[in-house]
């Protein structure tokens, strides 16, 4: 999709496109919640799920947030 945003300073609007949004994802909830909070034990696959998901619909700014304690742990 094209969209049109001339202002003074950009005259040549022909290139601009609709960027995808970054997302932040909640790394630890949602390891935890795709478990089913089972004996409540983390899940990576939970997270390697949800940015497969996302990569293949061509979000490429996706970042997961956890916490420094999972650092070293995969």
């Known amino acids: ?5 001339a202002t003074n300073s950009d005259t040549d609007s022909s290139d601009t496109s609709i960027p995808h949004d970054v ?10 919640s795709y478990n089913n909070n089972n004996n409540n034990s983390f899940s990576w696959r939970g997270i ?3 940015l497969k998901y996302l990569h293949t619909h061509g979000h490429k700014k996706v970042f997961v947030v956890l916490p420094y304690s999972l650092k070293h742990h995969r």
């Open 1 to 5: 999709s094209k969209i049109s945003t």
């Open 23 to 32: 997302y932040i994802i909640d790394g630890i909830d949602l390891a935890y």
């Open 48 to 50: 390697e799920i949800c």
